[in-house]
């Protein structure tokens, strides 16, 4: 990233101060805006998440708000309620509390002096969820929103549940807010109430993931805050951005499809990260297309050319093959652009399954049963369900899982073959017992033998008809599913063959079925439908080549202590039993504008034995740690996640130090019954 130390604009910043909201609660903030900004007012836009503008994102933050505030934009950083020094708890994500909160933000933004009166919202993640919640409420300031690694639809695809599936990742995301959750504000900005406040918080805290395992289903819980439930509500222009890598891009391709504002959606090879900083690469100049989206919608600029005819409203990043690797340092690739979306240019084909063969368009097939009984280690090279490229995460060489599963496999291609869009796999299946999970994968496989996952799906078959009212199989009934694969861009050269892989088990990845299942597929009624996308369309968009990515000068730092990043497959072959260990050290960094020096350790284990499905266990442990001038606190948070056939059981602990003293110690263990999972 080019690093740009002179802006259009010379810029000033308040590096705190307060905004009080309608029930007297004080939200911390940063703002970074124009100096002409105090006789000329301007847009403003605002990122609002609850990771610290004090220090944890405060590099981050550095990076893009004063590159913003120099193209002519007041850019506010507000830590939600009972995060940073904000007042208040955070006890779970996407309440409503906190969107009332946004609200009366925007509100106070708009009335500022310094700003036009129109706002917009940005961010990534829990930023870009906030950002697309708060736009369904219509807040009248609220002009258009910047949006990356986000989702719609809070059940369906998010990192707790996939088609039904109950996400390791949930235990994961469980195990971050936890600890940050827990966090003590700055006693320089909060002055001496910083203990009572940190104390709250701990009195306060509790493992997130019980109250996501009570919602096995969709419910009321997730339908709050899922705009899926309803795209009108949506009245501002959207620009949505992902990455494939990520575990968000099915969000973009549906917004495209479901918004009816103007909408831009870039999806790039990108893990969870913004565009400008993206990995793998190539990353492109992201903030310069921020800055071109808020100039159109919040300042009505002339030069703007997002809705003209030649800009797409979807661009994608078609990625060429490429050998299995747990990380790359670049995809290669083109940009290819639809002008809408779904796009008249993808064509489905399908195409017929027959015994361990994807069968060549308009075969028929003789109906064939096939089995599948997956042991418990399908799934172990699978990586994170959202990459974050540290440490190294994405999914190995795929023949290792084939070995357990169902596998089915084109011909050679004599021909090269793109897709763009979600893959569907459908089914004609039976299972031997009432709860059953498939995964569906899609593999590239290379001359040599390897096979690069493409991207696959999952489907808790007692989800089959319904995320709301899921039943129980029969054990031998047959029936139809449709499992849809995570959409994609991707190219399969010549001389390689397409794969589909079906296993009953995709663990640590997704938790397992309470027992082992055996499924029969009948090929006569079973399918891939693939998207299809010419090499050439009729219509190809000229598309814009982006800037180089920039932004401004990051925050200075120092490695007080070096970090440590490990990903480990181990199998004991006398006891055997397996586990992954991720290990995410941060080491210590100094933040040289403040002082203080932050430390964070964090373990996740996931582990099983041979193929006992009840053995399957997911532990998380953090410890942070923050000091300046003779001020410590550490946190120490652990999580463990186990079951029966019929429950779940989560335990937790929560012990917080101030110096060498014990100030907090409290203990969890809290049983919740399996739902049709």
Sequence with gaps: MRVVTSLPHEIKEDEHLWI????????????????????????????????????????????????????????????????????????????????RDAEDVLAWLAEQPWCSGRTGMMGISWGGFAALQVAARRPPSLGAISIASFCDDRFADDMHYQNGCLLSDNLAESGTMFAYSTCPPDPALTGERWRRMWLDRLEAARPWAAEWLRHQRRDDYWRHASVCEDYSAVEVPVFASCGWADGYSNAVLRLMAGLRVPRKGLIGPWSHKYPHLGVPGPAIGYLQEVVRWFDRWLRDSPEYGGDAADEPVLRAWMQDSVPPSTSYEERPGRWVGERSWPSPNIRRDVHSLAPHRIAPLGTQVPDTVLTVQSPLSVGQFAGKWSSYSAPPDLPYDQREEDGGSLVFESDVLGEPCEILGAPVVRLDVSANRPIATVAARLSDVAEDGSATRVTYGLLNLTHRDSHDHPEPLEPGRRCQVEIPLNGVAQAFPAGHRIRLSLSTSYWPLAWPPPEPVRLAIHTAGSSLDLPVRP?????????????EPEGATPLATTAVEPGAYHWDVRRNMITYESALDVVKDAGTVRYEDTGVE??????????????DFTSARGDTEWTMTFARDGWSTRIDTRQTLTCTETEFRLRAELDAYEGGTRVCSRNWDITLPRDHL
């Design 20 to 99: 009080t909201v309608r029930d007297g609660a004080r939200l911390a903030a940063r703002i970074w805006r124009p100096l002409c900004s105090d006789t000329e007012p301007v847009p403003a836009i605002l990122e609002y998440i609850p990771y610290r503008k004090r220090d944890l994102t405060a590099v981050r933050d550095s990076i893009a708000h004063p590159y913003l505030a120099g193209h002519g934009f007041a850019c506010v950083r507000v830590d939600i309620r009972g995060s940073g020094e904000s007042d208040g708890v955070l006890v779970d994500e996407y309440l409503d509390q906190e969107q």
């Design 535 to 547: 090499i050439a369309t009729p219509d190809e968009v000229t598309l814009r080549t982006f800037d």
């Design 598 to 611: 932050i430390g964070k350790h964090v373990h996740e284990r996931y582990s099983w034995r041979a193929d």
